[in-house]
């Protein structure tokens, strides 16, 4: 049969290249992402990058040690607290600090607020990609009354310079612990009415249950991290897998996915696990209010010259979006010879193809919605 | 079929859940809103002291303040931060000239002649703050500070405005102290350096690089120095720099160069630093080999007269062609190919000051090799070579 017989009657629709971003309000920042489509069925996604790139880690070869840390403040700009405790972590590791008890117990609560910031972000950024745009103010709210208790203790709302080599800039305020538990007083409800408005909600689930689903060796191979590898049930948390800082003196769980509505791995699991952790966070900030001891210098441990020894180090930790690595080269100057950091939103970006091809465009907003990315951190 | 039911009950009552809550919401603004009526209402900024001494100091960044009487420009602030706001100039003032104490009663030393901050650049990281041994420079704009009010937006009309000049000391006092301790005047220099800048008729010149300008001041006290050095006899001391340790390589070094400057041979400059390291007991036997090398390394003795090129000569000489070839005879050519192609190759010999008869010829065998050589030009050629 000739070619031409051969195809007779089959309708072939031609391709069409979309691109989305990057100023596109539901790329979360300025992402682009080329779709190849057929019809509205995506066929194959390729986000391009490195519109936000702004050398950090070129700049940390020339700035000194200390001087890192505002630098860290921009790379995930929504979880700055974190990025801190990790960098300042890794040196101390480098240079064998042993730090005060109160100065661990303030960066653990001011970390985990730091994650249900983040993980409130999130949410209400997934809900208005979605249609919802009730949740995004109220998760909104809620995030600003934590970044006031950020700038009632360090004077900063989004980009702290806080957790220090060693220890921290400031003291926690007086009334911190009160006007803490407050807010989680406060809180605890509010995570209900999220469920309430958005979580459950018929609409929502139709649009993230069974949606983009990540299977687990597909996460694994890609170096996925964080809720959007707990959200295809892998119970992988380095907080209680390889226990740093004193996350081991807590009681709680790690949230990893059920498919409670739909398959397991999809968007809204992935979802869920941020507001599973959420409540997870409360339990921890709790328990550490409580515990805080009461003395105790922050400034006692900060060396006077901050310059580690010759050698290497690799640390990380878990970030709100996930692992969030730094490799530090000390040639023993005050300035670090090399430093690389390890982005958890940048693997968890590239799976982006996997799980979106195949469905809808309206889906990919739905999908990259649940991945949680931030470009600032993608590009550093 | 009940399962198609369910689906639609479980939508209702959802839905319905919902827009409870968003009612429940609206009716209970108080509690509840989530907006702001921004310019009537603002959040409140936290109350905080630090603990410093100084009574203005906040917690909240806002807006950074020197409290230029009490610095000794010491340049710990300029050096804390990670990306080079602060810009400070200073002038050592001789013994005779008292500039008074700080309020922590330590004596001032230099007179600052600038302390500008670029509010556009900083970053709020409040480094700087820490490290002041004065503890002048800090962040006002909170509600602890009765001098400075609180400054809720901070916004400027003019990005100009956001480069805070703190530095109070009047140009005749920087003059008379720069001029009494013998150096050049920076705050002087600085406005020289930027009128060269600006045209007197109020335009401006190409490319204004203020920043390159505000780089060039500060070399501008030292300069004289620098010009000063004499030339001095230079030797390869690159087989020093396999010295691991530090210490060790500096002192070798330094050795080194001491007894190159004095005039001596290779190999007496190798002895002089066996000598100081062993004094310090640093000496072993991988040092001694590489010091060996060292003996074998060349001094270049250096040539003052070779640096006093007649620059002016040779540019003298390039200048010549360019007078006296004519390029407008070739506007006599009718075909602008052949016209644009001729004149490209007689610019290309003017500038490289080549005679004018090759060039012409180069214009004949291309236009020949296009197939454009006509009478026309080759009259118009002739008239050239004539
Ligand atoms: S650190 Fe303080 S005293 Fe030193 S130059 Fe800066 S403001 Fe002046
Ligand atoms: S706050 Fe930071 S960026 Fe701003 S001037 Fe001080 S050190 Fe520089």
Known sequence: MSEALKNFGVVKAEEMVLNMGPQHPSTHGVLRLRIRTDGEIVSHIEPHIGYLHRCFEKHCENVTYPQVIPYTDRCDYLASMNNNHVYAMAVEKLMDIELPERVEYI?????????????????????????????????????????????????????????????????????????????????????????????????????????????????????????????????????????????????????????????????????????????????????????????????????????????????????????????????????????????????????????????????????????????????? | MSAYFRNIGIAISTLWDGMRLTWKHFVNKKELNATLQYPHEKWPIPERHIGFPEASYNIIRSRLHVDIDNCISCRRCERACPIHCIKIDAVKAPKDHELGQTSNGTDKKLLVARFDIDMAECCWCNLCTYDCPEECIYMVGGPNGKKHPIDYEF??????????????????????????????????????????????????????????????????VDKPKVKAKPAEPKMDMSALSVIEDRVVRGLAKKTAMGAVRAGKQPVEVAEAVKAALSEAGKLTAALETIIGQLAQATITQPEAAATEKPVAETKAAKDTPEGEIDLSVLDGITDRMARGKAKAILNRAKRQGGPVAAAVDEIRTTLSGLGKLNSEIEEILAKLEG
């Open chain 2, 155 to 220: 916004s400027k009309r003019d990005r100009n405005d956001l480069v805070f000049q703190f530095a109070t000391a009047s140009d005749e006092q920087v003059a008379e102290i720069s001029a009494a301790a013998g150096v050049a005047d920076p705050r002087a220099a600085r406005k020289q350096r930027r009128e060269n800048y600006y045209l007197p008729d109020g335009g401006q010149a190409e490319a204004v690089d203020v920043k390159a300008a505000d780089k060039a001041d500060k070399p501008a």
């Open chain 1, 107 to 380: 960066r653990v609560i001011v970390a985990e607020l730091q994650r249900i910031a983040s993980h409130l972000m999130a949410l209400g950024a997934m809900g208005l990609d979605l249609g919802g745009v009730t949740p995004i103010t109220w998760t909104f709210r809620d995030r600003e009354r934590i970044l006031d208790l950020f700038e009632y203790t360090c004077g900063a709302r989004l980009l702290y310079n806080y957790i220090w080599i060693g220890g921290l800039s400031h003291d926690l305020p007086p009334k911190f612990v009160q006007y803490a538990n407050e807010f989680l007083d406060y809180f605890e409800k509010q995570i209900v009415e999220y469920d309430r408005i958005l979580t459950y909600n018929k609409i929502f689930v139709e649009r993230t249950a069974d949606v983009g689903v990540l299977p687990v060796d597909v996460a694994i191979s890609y170096g996925c991290s964080g809720p959007v590898l707990r959200g295809s049930g892998v119970n992988w948390d380095l907080r209680k897998n390889e226990p740093y800082s004193i996350y081991d003196r807590f009681e709680w769980e790690a949230a990893v996915g059920k498919g409670e509505v739909g398959t397991l791995g999809d968007c809204w699991d992935r979802y869920w696990v941020r507001v599973e952790e959420m409540r997870q966070s409360v339990r921890i900030v709790r328990q550490a209010l409580a515990q805080l001891p009461k003395e105790g210098d922050v400034h006692a441990a900060i060396p006077k010259k901050i310059r580690p020894p010759k050698g290497e180090i690799y640390f990380r930790a878990e970030n709100p979006k996930g692992d969030l690595g730094f490799y530090i080269i000390s040639d023993g100057s005050p300035v670090p010879y090399r430093l690389k950091m390890r982005s958890s939103t940048f693997c968890n970006l590239s799976v982006l193809n996997e799980i979106a091809r195949g469905w809808m465009i309206s889906d990919v907003v739905a999908i990259l919605g649940s991945l949680d990315i931030v470009l600032g951190e993608i590009d550093r």
